[in-house]
Nanobody
């Protein structure tokens, strides 16, 4: 069993900063890519940022230059630092990880339960 637990969401004013973290635990053999997705009310879930096990990153155009994704492989944790937040960043943010739980199994996608980020004017 694998669990992803997010923390760090909350209310912040536009222009402010907020950091999210997500720790993976349980039966883990290898964690490949990790990432953050978000879903705003009435919209589809979208990729915010992702990072490979080697540290290569990918960002949605809407957050480039404002958000930074990083990971600590020793802690099985991925982080998202969000700066210069805008009203349109308001959403539930979900952690995602592609995890192989044992040497004889295929990798699977795991999701956290989500953490709400609200940006106010």
């Amino acid at each position: 069993q694998v669990q992803l637990v997010e923390s760090g969401g909350g209310l912040v004013q536009a222009g402010g900063s907020l950091g999210l973290s997500c720790a993976a635990s349980g039966s883990i053999f290898i964690i490949n890519a990790m990432g953050w997705y978000r879903q705003a009310p009435g919209k589809q879930r979208e990729l915010v940022a992702s990072i490979t096990s080697g540290g290569s990153t990918n960002y949605a155009n809407s957050v480039k230059g404002r958000f930074t994704i990083s990971r600590d492989n020793t802690k099985n944790t991925v982080y998202l630092q969000m700066n210069s937040l805008k009203l349109e960043d308001t959403a539930v943010y979900y952690c995602n990880a592609k995890i192989i739980s044992s040497p004889f199994r295929d990798g699977m996608d795991y999701w956290g339960k989500g953490t709400l980020v609200t940006v106010s004017s």
